[in-house]
């Protein structure tokens, strides 16, 4: 019998790029940075997290906004989502229309310093991040504002030697860390812990994130 080596336990992740991101950020981009100039009226009164300095975080209804920039990319964002449900779990394209999408959607600006702590997103399946504008990333600081993962397999590193210090993916220790390009969309399970390390450059970094679940009518 051949040696058979399977990848079970596995963190399915998704990612997509929109197809017109420079003229849809732009838009964007415009109407948050208006948005947030207004303070309280459009900040989140309720944050699930400590709000570090340099970070503007919305109320949780930023799908709901009617301006077309913001449903063209709910479009964009849900229709990603659905085919990745879609192939995830095996539904028939019927049984994706019958999905029903229930989320909390909001943007962050994060300026000079800011970050988000190691967090994960309870009471929810799928979460999502967007990228509008990447922000600076200063020469000296290669990390700045990437979006980092943990691997959930929190005993895989206990004991290192040369049978396992050198697992290729999806087997490797540690972390994973995603440098965003602007328009660049990545969905990863809600239950995954992950951060965003200290922002360096003198611009914006700007992202839409939301939390998803699908709620089942009774019967």
């Known amino acids: 019998m051949p040696l058979e080596i399977a990848s079970i ?3 399915p992740f998704a990612q997509d790029f929109h197809p017109d991101a420079e003229r849809l950020n ?4 415009s109407l948050i940075i208006a948005r947030e100039a207004e303070g309280d009226r459009h900040a989140n009164p309720h944050t699930s997290l400590k709000q570090q300095p340099g970070v503007f975080e919305s109320a949780f209804n930023f799908f709901a906004w009617p301006e077309t920039c913001v449903q063209q990319l709910r479009q964009f964002a849900w ?3 659905g ?3 879609q192939e995830l779990n ?3 394209a019927e049984d994706v229309q019958k999905l029903r999408i229930a989320s909390h959607t909001w943007f962050h600006v994060t300026r000079h310093g800011g970050f988000t702590i190691l967090h994960t997103h309870p009471m929810a399946s799928w979460s999502g991040v967007y990228c509008v504008a990447p922000g600076e990333t200063p020469p ?3 990390e700045s504002g990437i979006l980092r993962f943990h691997n959930p397999h929190h005993y895989s590193n206990y004991f290192t030697d040369a049978g396992n210090v050198r697992l290729k993916p999806p087997y490797h220790h540690g972390t994973w860390s995603v440098p965003f390009r602007a328009g660049q969309l ?3 399970p809600s239950w995954l812990q992950h951060e965003v390390l200290p922002f360096y450059g003198s611009d914006e970094r700007i992202t839409v994130a939301f939390n998803c679940w699908f709620p089942q009518d009774a019967g």
């Open 9 to 11: 336990f596995a963190v």
């Open 140 to 142: 000296d600081r290669p």
């Open 79 to 81: 229709g990603c989502l």
């Open 90 to 92: 095996g539904y028939s």
């Open 186 to 188: 990545v969905l990863f």
């Open 83 to 85: 085919r990745t449900v």
């Open 26 to 29: 732009r838009e964007l981009k």
